[in-house]
């Protein structure tokens, strides 16, 4: 089976990637992406449905070992702010990591009845953003600020047209960080090619 190079995670926003087929499509074309997005839910407690039982952290680890570069977090508007949060950016980063991974996390759009939750999460993770190596925030909020025509009557959850620019913002997001890890790959290639050779030569010589 082939690793894919990205792994999407979220809730009921990102939910739409799963009823749209085009931002799907967006998305693969431009690397390898497996989406386990869910209604419901949550970064590390069980969601608020039944069908939604495992958590953002359970899934990234229901997937170890088929995800090769960056994990997409789109989940949190089920979620509590305050030390929860804090607590679960934590070990979502700290699992990643492990495995080896990047966290793309994707910020809140701070609108409606979810606007002061969203505004207290995005100022914890523009500060996370500065402190955890592997965590990269996407500010899909000031993105998405002016559209029209993207989102149901809430202006949060996604139709077609905004699923669409979610994948294009997608993919823009992530395209430093693969370029970033590819350039880190080739270099330590390089770098092990020099040292085999350096190896023989040694070895030569000796003899």
Known sequence: MEKARVLVLGDSVFHSFHHI?????????QQTTLFATQTCQRLVSPGCRPSAKLSTLDLLRKYAGRVTDVVVVGTGYNDRIGPDFKEAVT????????????VLWVNYREVRLVRGKAEVMNEQLARFDKK???????????????????????????????ADKLAQFLNVSLAPILAARDAASQA???????????TRLNSSHRT
């Open 21 to 29: 087929a085009s931002a799907r499509q967006k998305m693969s074309a």
């Open 91 to 102: 070990m979502i980063t700290d699992e990643a990591r492990r495995q080896g991974l990047e």
């Open 132 to 162: 955890i190596d592997n965590l990269h925030v996407a500010d899909w909020n000031s993105f998405s600020a002016e559209a029209k025509g993207w989102f149901r009557s809430d202006r949060l959850h996604l139709i077609g047209p905004g």
């Open 188 to 198: 330590a290639a390089r770098d092990s090619t020099t040292d085999r050779k350096s």
